[in-house]
């Protein structure tokens, strides 16, 4: 341990400084460490801000607009880039294309029942990026998931009520069936076309 935070306060303050920092780093603009120190000091200490409350408000609208635009203009480049793999996906052998864009690939084909809207399932599945990078799996997990059908991403509901028990499917799906123009979370992004594996074990109720 730390001769210089020897204290339970010494420690609890580095570690909120830890936390503030870590929040600071994901900030889509550059963090100046010595303003955000002096605004830290300056509140600890009760001085009087150093910047009028009118300036501030201005320079955060400025900000927030500048990440605004950036996220657009990705989200613009994302949807174009899941736009032309679905359509080049399309053209493939085995891909089967509904009429809401939801496109498939049967990897195996069980011969159990289907569920409906209604039913609650267990599947495991496998789910990546177009580019190949995963962003969630219950197959590395070891865990299967279980879920309503009706409580899923669009495309996964649509899916599911065709696939039969011991089906394997790979789905690829539109931004329109998945996260939509909000992504989720960090690992997808806005407009994100998105593929999964998809194994249907078990209709539950």
Known sequence: MSEKYSSVEQQ???????????QLASQPFDVDVNAVLDGVSASLKGEPPAIEKKILEQAFNQINQRIQA?????????AADGERFLAENASRDGITT?????????LTAGEGAKPTSASTVKTHYHG????????????DRGEPAEFPVNGVIAGWTEAL????????????????LAYGEGGAGGAIG????????????????
Do not use: C, H, N
């Open 190 to 205: 806005p407009y994100a076309a998105l593929v999964f594996d998809v194994e249907l074990l078990e209709i539950l109720s």
């Open 12 to 22: 609890v303050s580095y570690g909120i400084g830890r936390q503030m920092g870590e």
């Open 70 to 78: 950036k996220q657009s203009e990705q989200g613009t480049v994302q």
């Open 161 to 176: 009520q065709l696939m039969a028990v011991g089906s394997k499917w790979r789905l690829y799906l539109p931004y329109q």
């Open 128 to 139: 990546t990026l177009i580019d190949g990078t995963v962003f969630d799996s219950s197959v």
């Open 98 to 106: 509904t009429a809401s864009g939801l496109q498939y690939e049967i």
